[in-house]
């Protein structure tokens, strides 16, 4: 067994034990493996330990990955865009993958939606939204996530399955409880009159605990699965 498909196990095994403490099914949380700046190959080892959710936030990279692990074989992979999104790139994001996990604006979902090529499902998206409410992160406001829901919503090639944010870095435990727990909030407020938002993708590596306990539906792990990143010139 490789390194990579042990990490995958031990992520799992952590993610049993934080569920079992908050009181809640491991089955209900879903380990996305964020794969940007991974060669197929690292992919490749993830795939064969069961992971099926990976995520990419570079455009250009994805492109050439994505169609050369469908044409080896592996068409089952949910591919997750999680990155900040350029306009540039819609086109690319719109064609290649399932799901879109950043749209934290209007003019993003409008052109995800109008270049979704025909005969593909619609696309699925979550609202990235600011949690921590640092300028230099993405996402929308608190206030602006019923704006952007609702044009998702009239959209023809969308669905809106749920939400994203991300914690700001601290060691207090309080401050990111305190940040995810408001956009867990809000998720469940929006649950009650949209049956088809399921998703609350909270925690990485550092938080993956906090975020169980506020009722994340989703981890996103890189590192501690595939080891250091080397970025990309062209992303």
């Not at 409410?133 to 009239?154: L, V, W």
């Not at 925690?203 to 169980?212: C, L, N, P, S, V």
Request: charged share 30%.
């Amino acid at each position: 067994m490789s390194t990579i498909q042990e990490n995958v196990i031990n992520i799992q095994e952590l993610i049993l034990k934080f569920a079992n403490l908050a009181k809640r099914t491991a089955s209900e949380i879903k380990l996305l493996a964020v794969s940007k700046t991974k060669p197929v190959e690292n992919i490749i080892d993830a795939y064969n330990a069961g992971q099926r959710h990976f995520g990419e936030s570079y455009a250009k990279e994805a492109e050439i990955k994505i169609p050369e692990l469908k044409e080896k074989g592996y068409k089952d992979i949910i591919w997750h865009f999680i990155g900040p999104i350029q306009s540039n790139k819609t086109k690319i994001i719109a064609e290649y993958f399932d799901v879109v996990e950043s749209v934290d604006r209007i003019k993003i979902a409008r052109r995800l939606s109008e270049q979704r090529p025909s005969g593909m499902p619609p696309l699925e998206v979550y609202i990235q939204v600011n949690i921590s409410e640092e300028p230099q992160k993405s996402g929308c406001s608190f206030s602006e996530i019923d704006e952007i829901a609702d044009y998702i919503r009239s959209t023809d090639n969308l669905i809106l399955k749920g939400l994203m944010g991300i914690a700001e870095n601290t060691t207090d435990s309080r401050e990111i409880v305190s940040q995810f727990s408001k956009l867990a909030a809000k998720f469940n407020e929006m649950k009650k009159t949209d049956t088809g938002i399921t998703e609350l993708s909270l925690g990485m590596t550092g938080d993956m605990q906090e975020a169980i306990q506020c009722g994340s539906t989703e981890i996103r792990i890189g590192t501690a699965i595939f080891g250091a990143r080397e970025y990309p010139e062209h992303k």
